[in-house]
């Protein structure tokens, strides 16, 4: 089965850049789209295909692709962003599935 | 404004059913596109995406949870259930629901509040 890979945590300190990958063999093919969920809160979409920000989302949340892995950026990190991230993503025949999320922890 | 809710038991038994239901509100399965999915997550652990249904009665199904799951629509009470048999412990969870706006274009741009669900004897 298709899997998204994604490192189980990455740490900052406040005003640093994050940056927090997801890597699948189908990426080049199929767009990602990345989530936040803070704890006992329901997902929140962050960055659509690829790079594109849903109105709402603060400037400093950014995405990227690059061959098999993508990558969300966030510029200045500030201590509300800790949380934990999702990419999500489909394989070559469209079923679509959920990365193992990062905890991303502001120092 | 769009919003969904998930409604159903807090706690099934083992090899019963589950049956949950979203309800949702601020859009239309009648829309061309329009999908609602389902999303899980265990305690402590990753989200890990069901089944959804798309405005045309199209369905999608994980493949590892196809055998035991379905998805149906009620546009005109503005609903759609899952049902997944022969529960399990493993099955303990947070039940999302979640709106997509297009076929072919994968996210979820609203989601329930969730649902927990507990398999126990």
């Known amino acids: 089965s298709y899997e998204l890979t994604q490192p189980p945590s990455v740490s900052v300190s406040p005003g640093q850049t994050a940056r927090i990958t997801c890597s699948g063999d189908?990426?080049?093919?199929?767009?990602a789209y990345w989530y936040q969920q803070k704890p006992g809160q329901a997902p929140v979409l962050v960055i659509y295909?690829?790079?594109e920000r849903p109105s709402g989302i603060p400037e400093r949340f950014s995405g990227s692709s690059s061959g098999t892995t993508v990558t969300l950026t966030i510029s200045g990190v500030q201590a509300e962003d800790e949380a934990d991230y999702y990419c999500?993503?489909?394989?070559?025949?469209?079923?679509?599935?959920f990365g193992g999320g990062t905890k991303l922890t502001v120092l | 404004q769009i919003t969904l809710k998930e409604s159903g038991p807090t706690l099934v038994k083992p090899t019963q059913t589950l049956t949950l239901t979203c309800t949702f509100s601020?859009?239309?399965?009648?829309?061309?596109?329009?999908?609602v999915g389902w999303i899980r997550q265990p305690p402590g652990k990753a989200l890990e995406w069901l089944a959804l249904?798309?405005?045309?009665?199209?369905?999608r199904y994980s493949p590892s949870l196809k055998s035991r799951l379905t998805i149906t629509k009620d546009t005109s009470k503005n609903q759609v259930v899952l049902t997944m048999t022969n529960m399990d412990p493993v099955d303990t969870a947070t039940y999302y629901c979640?709106?997509?706006?297009?076929?072919?274009?994968?996210?979820?741009?609203?989601w329930g509040q969730g649902t927990l669900v507990t398999v126990s004897s």
């Open positions: 979640a709106h997509r706006l297009g076929q072919g274009d994968y996210h979820f741009d609203y």
């Open positions: 601020g859009f239309s399965l009648s829309t061309s596109g329009v999908g």
């Open positions: 249904i798309y405005w045309n009665d199209d369905k």
């Open positions: 189908a990426l080049p093919k199929q767009y």
């Open positions: 295909k690829d790079s």
């Open positions: 999500q993503s489909a394989d070559s025949s469209g079923t679509e599935v």
